[in-house]
């Protein structure tokens, strides 16, 4: 009989120090510390995430591993997430992910992040569905705004992306105009969902076909309500419903924009979503909605997928070991990285 595959994956690419165990395509255990310190900055500290991520790494993991009810000495490989991301966040999950493998005589997997966001649809989980190939991925994070044509697992080609900002940017620096801590664009979401997302209009950003551009919004955000409070200092706190509705609205109707010119060019209807920014409200109704409107097969990922976990590094893990797709011990972390 073969023996059974358990594969323990890593995430420490931003702020969250993650890990996770999956056997069979389905999470055994999926942990995450998020990283609170940045908070009070508005911002993600490289150094303090790094920092954060030592302290972090060894409870998550031990964690993990308990929740999941597998030894150490059961894993059949270690998977790790490569790039992108911070160097020093990254350094902290691939020196631990290659030590572990290393005492326990165990192959090393890596994992490209970005990829790992679309492949998470792949985890066995009755709250999500898979795509079949070729589908379109939407990628939209703090980091990243992309949309992806994806032929198989890892035939993967960028056929567009933000030219300067990405979306969960655009959320994070409203919302700090707003007055919210940071991330705030999960607090832009909550509030989007009480107000009239037409109360304000913003122009939508011009670009390329398939690119995005971010930067224009936030100016617009900003000067929009230092206008507004010049004349009535209570502004924020009298519209904040209404604001955030409408700031939600112009995101979530230029990505739909992006998609459908997308799904015009490729003619492909199958289409995900992935990455933080796919935990929003507003982007999975449109979604949703796009399989009525347009006949598209939209696939929305389980909430414990989007923000930054392990999961989605286990399963690549899982994909790449049944492929034996293992990684030398001298590879090296990587800040950019494609497919
Ligand atoms: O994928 P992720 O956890 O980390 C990166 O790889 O960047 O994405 C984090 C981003 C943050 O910008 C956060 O504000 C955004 O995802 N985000 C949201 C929501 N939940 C998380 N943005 C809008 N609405 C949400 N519900
Ligand atoms: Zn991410």
């Not at 302290?55 to 998977?79: D, G, R, T």
């Not at 030590?99 to 790992?116: F, K, R, T, Y």
């Not at 832009?188 to 107000?195: N, P, R, S």
């Amino acid at each position: 009989m073969n023996k059974p595959i358990y594969i323990l994956g890593i995430e420490s690419s931003c702020d969250d120090t993650a890990a996770a165990v999956i056997f069979n395509s389905k999470i055994l255990s999926n942990v995450v510390a998020s990283q609170k310190i940045h908070e009070e900055y508005g911002g993600v500290v490289p150094e303090l995430a790094s920092r954060a991520h030592q302290q972090n790494i060894v409870p998550v993991v031990a964690s993990a591993l308990k929740k999941a009810c597998v030894s150490k000495e059961q894993l059949s490989a270690v998977a790790y997430t490569r790039g992108p991301g911070l160097m020093g966040a990254l350094l902290v999950g691939s020196s631990f992910a290659k030590s572990l493998a290393m005492g326990l005589d165990l192959p090393l997997i890596e994992v490209n992040h970005m990829q790992a966001h679309i492949l998470a649809h792949f985890i066995e989980d009755d709250s999500q569905t898979k795509p079949d190939f070729p589908f379109l991925a939407l990628t939209i994070s703090g980091g990243h705004t992309q949309i992806v044509k994806v032929t198989d697992y890892f035939n993967m080609e960028i056929i567009g992306q933000t030219i300067d900002d990405a979306v969960g940017e655009a959320f994070d620096k409203s919302a700090k105009i707003l007055g919210f801590p940071y991330p705030g664009g999960p607090l832009i979401d909550k509030y989007a969902q009480l107000g009239n997302p037409n109360a304000f209009s913003f122009t939508k950003p011009k670009v390329g076909d398939l690119d995005f551009s971010f930067s224009g919004l936030k100016t617009a955000i900003l000067y929009f309500v230092q206008n507004n409070t010049k004349t009535n200092p209570n502004f924020i706190k009298e519209n904040i419903a209404d604001i955030c509705a409408s700031i939600q609205f112009t995101i979530v109707d230029y990505l739909m924009d992006k998609l459908k010119n997308a799904v015009k060019e490729t003619g492909i209807k199958e289409v995900a979503i992935g990455g933080g920014v796919s935990a929003n409200s507003g982007i999975r109704k449109a979604l949703k909605k796009a399989e009525t409107d347009f006949g598209w097969k939209t696939h929305i990922p389980n909430f414990d997928y989007c923000t930054d976990n392990a999961a989605m590094i286990a399963i690549v893990g899982e994909l790449k070991y049944k492929q034996n797709d293992f990684s030398d011990i001298n590879v090296a972390s990587k800040a950019r990285m494609t497919f």
